[in-house]
């Protein structure tokens, strides 16, 4: 079927960077929406950053201008550029895409999760 695979987590001191990858392989007719997706121990999972085919973008408030979402069709990757990182950036990141296979109904795929982790 499909797979989404994230790279790109690890450990960040406050201010600083990291950039999460996520590629989409299997049997991929076409992908529609891509995002990315956080979920902070005890809370619940929330959008970060989405980004549909023709490349509109939507943030959370507490990304934006911080956080950048790109996407390259072609290659079915979609990444996310977080700048000027906040211990409350600490969180299991997801990727998420709306992917459809052969001439079945688009459905939500999910990758396994990448940690982020803050530092002050």
């Known amino acids: 079927q499909v797979q989404l695979v994230e790279s790109g987590g690890g450990l960040a001191q406050a201010g600083g960077s990291l950039t999460l990858s996520c590629v989409a392989s299997?049997?991929?007719?076409?992908?529609?929406?891509m995002g990315w997706y956080r979920q902070a121990p005890g809370k619940q999972r929330e959008p970060v950053a989405l980004?549909?085919?023709?490349?509109?973008?939507n943030y959370a408030d507490s990304v934006k201008g911080r956080f950048t979402i790109s996407r390259d069709n072609a290659k079915n990757t979609v990444s996310l550029q977080m700048n000027s990182l906040k211990p409350e950036d600490t969180a299991v990141y997801y990727c998420h895409a709306i992917v459809r296979v052969g001439v079945d109904l688009p459905r939500a795929y999910w990758g396994q999760g990448t940690q982020v982790t803050v530092s002050s």
């Open positions: 980004i549909s085919s023709g490349g509109s973008t």
């Open positions: 299997g049997s991929i007719f076409s992908i529609s929406n």
